[in-house]
């Protein structure tokens, strides 16, 4: 039997247990499984609270702890659902034991996203960052992961010191980040330490596939990765009717309320549609090498789609009269993470197609323009409909760019490739 046999995945579901021997990464019909949708709701509440704190500092104008906070709690959960992602792309049996494996790696992200306001409420105080009960759900989610890469050494032979390797790095990460949650230092040099340990983090998967890469599946990760986009934007919405239903039983319907409910329903749709107008599925099969830049890009499309969500709440926030903060800090939050989404996704494409189209600059460019002339406008006073209408026309200028001379520019892509592939 071949490592990448099919066989550790058979067509009727059964749970009894089996080899993990690695998934054929040419899988025809490949598709996320139950019990990946069912683990990606535990990130609908993470993102949730990630959000909410992060709306809630921005109003009280504490934007080093919104900023600081978010960006910490961001990389946390999308890192935790990128390990449990790739590793069960490539070795997902569906046993009992990866079943009950996989719970306990849920229960580690509630506990990290619990965590999430203990890391806000002290960088407010600003004496350090307290992320034990952060570190606390990590713990249950490394050991439980990293059972899994030990069960793949022990029972693949060809993959056994891509395993290893792997299960070292994860062991490595998480007794550094053990040491910063018990060690209780000051601001900066916890942001220092957790610097290097970032990079430990993601030099891990660079030193395991070295020599032997694992079997992942390039449409499968493709789909779970516009999954998680999908329930990034998901909070978005949710957050913001979420915010604006105070203001409708207090105030009743305002221009400000209506226009911020539309133009989050057309910045979150069109967001949705730029995103799943580049086939990045395809794309990772013809360039597999790419797997990199794909994977570790996506941690600012996410972290930035959840931050636009957080801004659309600020602005129901400012609405209310509960902010600190006004139109312009609201405008700022929204404009900001959607213009850096649009540029780590045309980047992650163009990095895949191996070339920088003219056409993505120029209508990446255009999006840009007028992001920063919402901005401009806001700051001299011009109606906070106006602004945001503005802001949620961004995505859609890509949008409009990927459906017509995007097309032509995957269509020339795909002849090269296949001309490539051809000739040898």
């Given at each position: 039997?071949?490592?990448?046999?099919?066989?550790t995945a058979p067509?009727?579901?059964?749970v009894?247990?089996?080899?993990?021997?690695?998934r054929?990464?040419?899988?025809?019909?490949?598709a996320?499984?139950p019990?990946?949708?069912l683990?990606?709701?535990?990130f609908?509440?993470?993102?949730?609270i990630?959000?909410?704190q992060?709306a809630?500092a921005l109003?009280?104008d504490?934007?080093?702890?919104?900023?600081?906070?978010f960006g910490?709690?961001?990389f946390?959960?999308?890192?935790?659902w990128i390990?449990f992602?790739w590793?069960?792309?490539?070795?997902?049996t569906?046993?009992?034991?990866?079943?009950?494996?996989?719970m306990v790696?849920?229960?580690g992200v509630?506990?990290?996203?619990?965590g999430?306001?203990?890391?806000?409420?002290?960088l407010e105080?600003?004496?350090?960052?307290?992320n034990?009960v952060?570190?606390?759900g990590?713990?249950?989610m490394?050991?439980?992961?990293l059972?899994?890469?030990?069960?793949?050494?022990a029972?693949?032979p060809e993959?056994?010191?891509?395993?290893?390797?792997y299960?070292?790095?994860?062991?490595?990460a998480?007794?550094g980040w053990?040491?910063v949650?018990?060690v209780?230092?000051q601001l900066?040099p916890?942001i220092i330490a957790s610097?290097?340990?970032y990079?430990?983090?993601?030099?891990?998967?660079?030193?395991?596939?070295?020599?032997?890469?694992?079997?992942w599946?390039?449409?499968?990760i493709?789909?779970?990765?516009?999954l998680?986009?999908?329930?990034?934007?998901?909070?978005?919405v949710l957050?913001?009717v979420?915010?604006?239903?105070p203001?409708i039983e207090?105030?009743g319907w305002?221009g400000?309320?209506?226009v911020?409910?539309?133009?989050?329903?057309?910045l979150t749709?069109?967001?949705?549609?730029a995103?799943?107008a580049?086939p990045?599925?395809d794309l990772?099969?013809?360039?597999?090498?790419?797997?990199?830049?794909?994977g570790?890009l996506h941690?600012?499309?996410?972290?930035?789609?959840?931050?636009?969500?957080?801004?659309?709440?600020?602005g129901a926030?400012?609405?209310?009269?509960?902010a600190?903060v006004g139109?312009?800090?609201a405008?700022?939050?929204?404009a900001i993470?959607?213009?850096?989404?649009l540029?780590a996704y045309?980047a992650?494409?163009?990095?895949?197609?191996?070339r920088?189209h003219r056409?993505h600059?120029?209508?990446?460019?255009l999006a840009?323009?007028?992001?920063?002339?919402?901005v401009?406008?806001?700051e001299?006073?011009?109606?906070?409909?106006?602004?945001?209408?503005?802001?949620?026309?961004?995505?859609?200028?890509v949008v409009?760019?990927?459906?017509?001379?995007?097309r032509?520019?995957?269509a020339?892509?795909y002849?090269?490739?296949?001309?490539?592939?051809d000739a040898?």
């Amino acid at each position: 039997m071949s490592a990448d046999a099919p066989s550790t995945a058979p067509a009727i579901a059964s749970v009894r247990l089996r080899r993990m021997l690695g998934r054929d990464p040419h899988e025809r019909g490949r598709a996320a499984t139950p019990l990946e949708l069912l683990f990606d709701l535990a990130f609908v509440v993470a993102f949730g609270i990630a959000g909410n704190q992060m709306a809630h500092a921005l109003a009280e104008d504490h934007v080093f702890v919104a900023i600081a906070g978010f960006g910490f709690g961001a990389f946390a959960i999308t890192w935790a659902w990128i390990n449990f992602s790739w590793f069960a792309s490539a070795f997902d049996t569906d046993d009992w034991v990866y079943r009950l494996t996989t719970m306990v790696q849920m229960v580690g992200v509630v506990v990290l996203a619990l965590g999430l306001s203990d890391v806000f409420h002290s960088l407010e105080e600003g004496e350090g960052i307290d992320n034990g009960v952060v570190v606390a759900g990590y713990i249950v989610m490394r050991v439980a992961m990293l059972a899994q890469w030990l069960r793949l050494a022990a029972q693949s032979p060809e993959h056994r010191t891509t395993a290893l390797r792997y299960a070292g790095a994860i062991a490595v990460a998480q007794v550094g980040w053990v040491v910063v949650a018990v060690v209780h230092m000051q601001l900066v040099p916890t942001i220092i330490a957790s610097v290097v340990l970032y990079a430990i983090e993601l030099a891990g998967p660079f030193f395991s596939e070295r020599l032997h890469a694992t079997p992942w599946h390039p449409h499968h990760i493709a789909e779970r990765y516009g999954l998680l986009a999908i329930i990034a934007l998901g909070e978005g919405v949710l957050g913001t009717v979420a915010a604006v239903q105070p203001i409708i039983e207090h105030q009743g319907w305002s221009g400000d309320a209506i226009v911020l409910v539309v133009a989050g329903v057309v910045l979150t749709f069109g967001m949705w549609w730029a995103y799943f107008a580049m086939p990045f599925g395809d794309l990772l099969h013809r360039e597999r090498g790419g797997s990199f830049a794909f994977g570790y890009l996506h941690i600012l499309v996410f972290a930035a789609i959840a931050a636009v969500g957080a801004g659309l709440h600020l602005g129901a926030y400012v609405i209310e009269g509960e902010a600190e903060v006004g139109y312009a800090e609201a405008t700022r939050a929204v404009a900001i993470p959607v213009g850096i989404f649009l540029v780590a996704y045309v980047a992650i494409a163009d990095i895949l197609i191996r070339r920088v189209h003219r056409g993505h600059v120029v209508m990446l460019t255009l999006a840009i323009a007028v992001l920063a002339l919402a901005v401009v406008l806001t700051e001299t006073g011009t109606p906070f409909a106006l602004d945001i209408l503005l802001v949620a026309a961004a995505p859609w200028i890509v949008v409009v760019g990927a459906e017509t001379v995007g097309r032509r520019h995957l269509a020339d892509h795909y002849a090269r490739t296949d001309a490539r592939v051809d000739a040898h």
